[in-house]
């Protein structure tokens, strides 16, 4: 909530655009300062300024709830995946206010799903979506506007008949690309005012390793803090914003090699991964600290050169499943 903008707060306009020319926009960045700073860089009597910190303080707190007021809400709170053997483990479908994590090796589906995902986010809500933009942030340069207009036209073709549905849907995917960590870092400063703007419903950033691990080599001192660092703020505002928005966030992922003892690699390692005669294990990427942060894990791997695997790795709701599943034109079909 610290990095909550201040015109969202109800700061006046005036005083936010004073604030503003001294690099102060969230709350994190008023409430780090004196009285007497905010009074030289406001231009507010003592007083004012007081009641300025106080109701921003007030604001930024997160708000108490019950478990029967969650439990109520229960109807509202997932985002459909239109796979129906998923949406059933998972209680209704990814779950929004919160992170999940598509992790896998590549070629194995993972940028698909977020094109479909992408897709159901703009249909109505009578057909399962939540009528809303999308804000794509594609790190790999692995987003294909054909391939969103395949799916979408394959998967709902009696919806996707008329060519202007087709132009509206590909509209409300917004789509940054951002090839380093440093535009990363920029965009996710901007996302609150991207949110509202495109009233977006659906956050996916594909991938959220891909820069992290081309800047940062962790065998260099120092560079397992500072990579470890980037992905600890990373982390808290998207949670932040999830929850904000009451929005689902979609990460993907990927795998890494660790040497250690097989039996201790644990729901989220992939199968296939090693030979029988090394200690390594396959896994998912960026380490424990990142592994903590998201919420819903879901691993997708090859069975052959056609079948793949979900996995439900890590999930408040599901218990550890596997579902078979193949890429085909309208994106992910799950098999009996």
Same mark, same amino acid.
């Given at each position: ?11 006046? +306009? ?18 780090? +300062? ?27 707190? !997160? ?35 919160? +992170?999940?994590?598509?992790?896998? !090796?590549? /070629? ?14 703009? +249909? ?13 942030? %594609? ?8 391939? #969103?207009?395949?799916?979408? @036209? ?27 960590? @440093? %535009? ?9 005012? %991207? ?5 977006? /419903?659906?956050?996916?950033? %594909? ?15 120092? &560079?397992?803090?500072?990579?470890? &660092? ?55 990427? #960026?380490? &424990? ?34 579902? &078979?599943?193949?890429? @085909? ?8």
């Amino acid at each position: 909530m610290a990095s909550k903008k201040l015109r969202r707060t109800g700061v006046s +306009l005036e005083v936010c655009e004073r604030l503003k020319r001294h690099q102060i926009e969230t709350c994190q960045d008023l409430l780090s +300062l004196t009285p007497l700073e905010v009074m030289r860089f406001a231009g507010q009597s003592y007083q004012q300024v007081l009641m300025l910190l106080q109701s921003v303080s007030q604001a930024c707190v !997160p708000s108490m709830t019950t478990a029967l007021e969650v439990w109520k809400q229960r109807a509202d709170l997932c985002f459909s995946t239109s796979l129906p053997a998923l949406d059933r483990l998972l209680q209704g479908g990814l779950p929004r206010g919160t +992170l999940t994590e598509v992790t896998g !090796p590549s /070629g194995c589906g993972k940028s698909q799903v977020c094109m479909m995902l992408s897709v159901l986010a703009t +249909l109505p809500k009578y057909m399962g979506g939540l009528d809303s933009g999308v804000i794509y942030i %594609d790190t790999e340069s692995a987003f294909s506007a054909e391939r #969103l207009v395949e799916i979408a @036209q394959s998967r709902f073709p009696d919806y996707f008949c008329e060519k202007e549905r087709v132009l509206e849907m590909a509209g409300r995917v917004h789509l940054f690309r951002e090839l380093t960590c @440093q %535009d990363v870092l920029d965009r996710l400063e901007r996302l609150e005012e %991207d949110i509202i703007s495109s009233k977006a /419903g659906l956050v996916i950033i %594909d991938s959220v390793a891909s820069v992290v691990r081309k800047e940062y080599d962790t065998t260099l001192p120092g &560079n397992l803090t500072h990579r470890s &660092n980037l992905l600890g703020q990373e982390a808290a505002t998207l949670k932040y914003l999830a929850q904000a928005f009451h929005i689902p966030v979609v990460l993907t992922n990927q795998i890494t090699t660790h040497v250690g003892d097989r039996g201790e690699r644990g729901a989220a390692s992939f199968r296939g991964a090693s030979d029988e005669r090394d200690s390594g294990y396959v896994t998912a990427a #960026l380490g &424990n600290t990142w592994s903590h942060s998201v919420n819903t894990r879901l691993i997708v791997q090859y069975v052959d050169a056609h079948q793949r695997q979900i996995v439900i790795a890590k999930s408040p709701v599901a218990p550890f499943a596997v579902l &078979n599943y193949t890429v @085909q034109k309208e994106g992910i079909r799950l098999e009996d």
